[in-house]
Each structure stands twice: as structure tokens, then as C-alpha cells.
């Protein structure tokens, strides 16, 4: 499944290359939300929210009210997963609150999924060089993909694996690297990261992976 991706930045839509240097800036968040109102889920990214300067949280209440979406970018305590599901949000992303001390979290990782339920939850598996990043992917981890997914497993009903090394490249996410995490865990898998085309998209879904695509719709190499 395809699942376009609206990361939002100062009140407009952006991609940005590998977290870092802006690529693309609009405005037009309406149209986008209108374009996208077709599939069964669009992924929201807070973006200023993730690096910790500000948030865009009128936005993602706007979005959420007109199309199904999961939401993400600087969710880092129950309190604040429960408020943006009150917002309309379908599932919450989370991904810095799961590591604490260069370790897994996995006091956070039970208590919010007890009180917010595992089928509300998106556990991100930001990854660079093979290791999990955090904090808008500006701290690294030792803490490998694999190892993160088989361990927090039981909490969330979703693991989304974003390639850093990938991200708005459009060089195509490597499949062997997916594959491989497809085969780590029971629960669905979402995969982002530099994917370009149909083919690729197809090719995740014949191994039962979703597909979070942004910079490769907002160039147009993928109608939306």
C-alpha cells in the first residue's frame, strides 16, 4: 500500500533531504490534502515538533479532520500521544521516546501501550548506517534496527523503518535491508526512504510492506 507523506515545516509542506537541508517548500496544504483524500492513510510529520522548535499542531488538527492519518515529529510522553489522537490522529507515531539512556525504553514502550492500546501506536526505527537514530535524527544510537523491532514488538502495531542513508535521494530504498526486517517481526511493516517508483512500491508489497512515499509524488515521479 501506498501511503503519501505530508511533513510539515513553519505552517508549510516540505521534503527535506536525509532530515537536514530543505528540498521543496509549498503552500498549498489544501490541495494536497485534497489530492491525498483518496487513499486509506496519509502519514503527517511534524517536523518542527521532532527538532524540538515549535509545532504545527493547528495543521495536523486540520488534516486530521479530512483524511485518514497516522501522526508523528516530537511525540514524547503519553500525555502528548493521547492529545494528538484526540486531535483525530488514527495512530501516533513514536520513536525518541522509545530509547533512553542509549538503551530501549521498554518501561515507556509497556506503560503507553497499556494505556493508549497497541493498535493506536507506530513505533519509528529511524535508522542510519544500519543504527537507530533519534531526536529529528540528530542523535545516533548503537541500538541496530532488528534488535529494536524484535524488542518492542509486543507494544504497537506498527514498525516504521525510515532509511536515513536513502531519505529524498530518490535513489530507491534497498530492499534487502527491508526484507530482512520483514522477516523480523509478525506486525506490520511501513518502509520510507528514498522510494522512486511504482515498481519499488510493488515490489514492498509483494513482501508485505507499505510504502510511506513524499519527495518522489512532490517531484511528480509517482501520480498521487
Known amino acids: 500500500m501506498l501511503i503519501p507523506s505530508i511533513d510539515l515545516m513553519e505552517g508549510k509542506v516540505v521534503q527535506l533531504v536525509q532530515g537536514s537541508r530543505k528540498a521543496l517548500e509549498f503552500d498549498n496544504l489544501q490541495e494536497w490534502i485534497d489530492r491525498f483524500s483518496k487513499y486509506p492513510l496519509v502519514q503527517v510529520i511534524d517536523l518542527d515538533a521532532a527538532m524540538g522548535r515549535g509545532n504545527n ?13 497516522q501522526v508523528g515529529g516530537g511525540i514524547r510522553s503519553i500525555d502528548s500521544a493521547r492529545s494528538t489522537l484526540e486531535l483525530g490522529a488514527q495512530r501516533v507515531i513514536l520513536g525518541s521516546s522509545l530509547i533512553f539512556e542509549g538503551a530501549i525504553n521498554f518501561v515507556f514502550a509497556r506503560e503507553v501501550s497499556s494505556q493508549l492500546g497497541p493498535d493506536k501506536l507506530v513505533f519509528a526505527v529511524d535508522s542510519r548506517g544500519g543504527y537507530v537514530s533519534i531526536k529529528g ?26 532509511n536515513i542513508d536513502t531519505e529524498g535521494l530518490l535513489q530507491g530504498i534497498p530492499l534487502d535491508i527491508v526484507r530482512s526486517l520483514r522477516n523480523a ?40
Open 57 to 69: 499542531r493547528s495543521l495536523v488538527k486540520e488534516i486530521a479532520r479530512q483524511i485518514p492519518c
Open 137 to 162: 535524527w540528530q542523535e545516533s544510537t548503537a541500538i541496530k534496527a532488528a534488535e529494536m523491532i524484535r524488542a518492542l514488538e509486543p507494544f504497537c502495531s506498527a514498525f516504521l523503518y525510515t
Open 185 to 224: 517481526t509478525s506486525r506490520r511493516l511501513i518502509a520510507a526512504g528514498g522510494i522512486r517508483s511504482q515498481d519499488e512500491i510493488a515490489a514492498l508489497d509483494a513482501l508485505g510492506i507499505d510504502a510511506v512515499v513524499g519527495m518522489a509524488i512532490y517531484r511528480n515521479l509517482i501520480p498521487a
